[in-house]
């Protein structure tokens, strides 16, 4: 059955590290972002123009996907905007972080059951658990993005399982400067930069796992720890 993994947020840092590993390990990818990127060239990725925060825009990709391939493998939901406090951000990340899930897990929710077994992945955050005095805003929509894991979980049992994966830093913004660079590694136990190989390896650990569903893994090198370490 050609039945595709589809990614969002695919054509950089994480996403795209993501989707080339899927792609290299055999899977059909779909990588759903607002541009494309020459990075992303693979035999086995598809890259499929999109602005996930338009509903005009996630009718196409509906549409490709059911009208292409036979069912889906999984969707991972990795889109996401960092943006600052104010109303008009706030409203563009519910937008993606919320509304686009939530329209494409139940869009695409009988294509996915067309197969035995199916994975709904949302990348959250940890901050989506802890929240965040300097980004309310994304860390209210990541929050809503993880308590739709169990909501979806339960509606889709047992054919999909539906899990959250809620990272700490993975990769440090290019223009960060040295100090920034040790002072954000020292929020954690594993104070160490980790690049993408925490998530591809949650991924895979989801798309392997045969009893995980409406659960969350967390990949924070233990920043949790080094807080109440902190208050302690």
Known sequence: ??????????????????????????????SASRSKNPEAAHPNIIQFQADLCREDDRLALIEHLQSNYDGLRAIIHNASLWLDDDLTNLNTMFKLHVEAPYHLNLALGEHLHKLDKADIIHIC???SSRGSKSHIGYAATKAALQNMVLSFAEKYAPVVRVNAILPGLLILKENSDEAYRQQTLKKALLEFEPGAQPLIEAVQFLLESQYSTGSNVVINGGRHLKNRIAVD
Not at 4 to 28: D, E, F, K, Y
């Open 1 to 30: 059955m050609n039945s595709p993994i589809l990614v969002t947020g695919a054509s950089q840092r994480v996403g795209l590290a993501l989707a080339l590993n899927l792609a290299q390990a055999g899977h059909t990818v779909v």
């Open 125 to 127: 955050d940890e901050t």
